[in-house]
């Protein structure tokens, strides 16, 4: 279906809901789509950095050994990442409001079943449910935007769902801490119940059920070769720390890319009959740089958010929820910035912004590796952390931007999943290269330090990528509405 097609069925769905609803500024707005939808992405991130803080208290609660509780965390997460190119594909056929809504009511009946477990079994079970839910809506959102918005304005409205991905992820400290503190762990779960249902009376209000009209079919051969491929592939990389790296977690690993390159070769022979990731999302260099880009940012992230928290927490003996507050600054400017640098790569370009938001975070975070000592104040590291909040609202928000501007519509559930995928395989990857490097470290604090130093090497490698080629090979044609830019990839 065109997209003037989509917009067109899009315009007569909102005139009729609003003659039934009398809310004939809502139903469809894009606006009101990108809230609803930006709600709901916020609850499954969030959810899976909030709970980290809660591990000491769930362990006494439950009465649970850490091996246990750490899988609270692991279980969500291998889910979350197995299935997301497969819960892509699921909504490009039932309808990608449907599968919004199906794993916003799986996620939101999942965090109730988590909050009242009475036992650490139950609370892994009921966390995997969890992952199954987040997995089901996630691409969803991306490629709603997609189909919901003119070119013209998709940066700025990527731009602010990409700062959802960005405050989730650095704000789960803070706020973990703040619940833990004073309702308890439970309550990391409990907040979820009125944010799901919320989020599912405004999916059904405001956000119009688009479809493309044919009919489809799902690849499960590659559904099963994917799934097995990253499921083998996130546990490896999620328990090799905790295993040692003995020869089962590398034999694994092997067995997973092996499975994944049957998968890429199966997919090449269904190129022409609806394959799970359509291989010409990759003939537009701008996805594929972008897209690489976003898993080694998603690394660099997760590698610079837990080595701080626990330099905070053990270096300077500060609380949980004192921790949290004092790594407030950098989610608060990270959610002040986001929404202007979508804005400005509509109008400068997004490689640009992107490049500023690079060196911002290496920056702060260099800075904070520098002046993390024994002698440190919790104050001390205010500044740094402010400039890499800055850092992360301009990065995240172009990112989204430059990978979708140039895929077709039909197309942006499957760049939606390829997209999410890679993001959480680069926090999967970045938290195991965390966790080897502090153990590397000759103290606990050159641990830290040396941690922290490779976000900065993986932060520079991008600045490169995108500095680099960009003398070498043509811009793409500027969309409606965006000036040309000086500086691609």
Not at 10 to 33: C, E, F, H
Not at 121 to 146: D, N
Not at 230 to 245: C, I, N, V
Request: charged share 10%; hydrophobic share 55%; net charge positive.
């Amino acid at each position: 279906m065109t997209r003037m097609t989509r917009k067109t069925r899009m315009t007569g769905m909102a005139k009729a809901g609003a003659a039934k609803t009398g809310a004939p500024k809502l139903r469809g707005n894009p606006w009101a789509v990108l809230a609803t939808l930006s709600l709901g992405f916020f609850m499954t991130l969030l959810d899976m950095t909030i709970v980290n803080i809660a591990i000491p208290d769930v362990m006494h609660s439950l009465h649970a050994g850490l091996d246990q509780v750490m899988w609270m965390v692991s279980g969500y997460t291998l889910v979350l990442a197995a299935l997301l190119v497969t819960s892509a594909r699921l909504g490009d056929m039932k309808g990608q409001r449907t599968l919004f809504a199906a794993g916003t009511a799986l996620f939101t009946l999942a965090s109730a079943a988590c909050g009242l477990a009475a036992g650490p079994t139950a609370l892994i079970a009921a966390r995997v449910v969890q992952g199954l839910g987040a997995a089901l809506l996630t691409p969803q959102t991306m490629a709603l935007i997609v189909a919901t918005f003119p070119a013209a304005r998709r940066g700025t409205a990527l731009g602010i769902w990409g700062s959802v991905a960005g405050v989730a992820t650095l704000s789960g400290p803070t706020l973990g801490g703040l619940i833990v503190s004073t309702v308890g762990w439970r309550w990391v779960f409990f907040v979820n119940i009125p944010v799901g249902l919320l989020v599912l009376a405004l999916t059904f209000r405001w956000v119009p059920d688009l479809r493309t009209g044919r009919a489809h079919r799902l690849d499960v051969p590659g559904v099963l070769l994917s799934g097995a491929a990253l499921t083998g592939l996130t546990f490896a990389l999620m328990e090799g720390d905790r295993y040692s790296w003995n020869p089962g977690i590398w034999t694994l690993a092997a067995a997973s890319l092996a499975l994944g390159a049957l998968f890429l070769r199966h997919q090449a022979r269904r190129q022409n009959a609806e394959p799970l990731i359509p291989f010409a999302l990759f003939t537009d260099r701008g996805f594929t740089v972008m897209t690489a880009l976003m898993g080694a940012i998603g690394a660099a992230l997760i590698g610079a958010i837990l080595p701080l928290s626990l330099f905070l927490q053990q270096q300077l003996g500060l609380s949980a929820i004192h921790a949290g507050l004092a790594l407030a600054p950098s989610p608060l400017v990270s959610l002040l910035v986001s929404p202007y640098a979508g804005r400005l790569s509509d109008r400068i370009g997004g490689r640009r912004v992107l490049l500023a938001g690079l060196l911002s975070f290496g920056t702060g975070l260099t800075a904070a590796i520098l002046l993390a000592t024994p002698g440190a104040h919790a104050l001390t590291l205010t500044a740094p952390l402010m400039l890499m909040g800055l850092g992360t609202g301009c990065m995240i928000a172009p990112l989204s931007t430059e990978a979708m501007r140039n895929v077709p519509p039909h197309l942006a559930g499957a760049a939606s999943g390829v997209n999410n995928t890679v993001r959480q395989l680069g926090s999967v990857l970045g938290a195991a290269a965390t966790a080897a490097l502090m153990a590397a470290g000759s103290t606990s604090l050159a641990g830290l330090h040396l941690a922290m130093a490779l976000p900065v090497v993986l932060l520079a490698i991008a600045a490169g990528v995108l500095v680099i080629p960009s003398r070498r090979h043509p811009t793409h044609a500027p969309t409606p509405g965006n000036k040309p830019e000086t500086a691609s990839c």
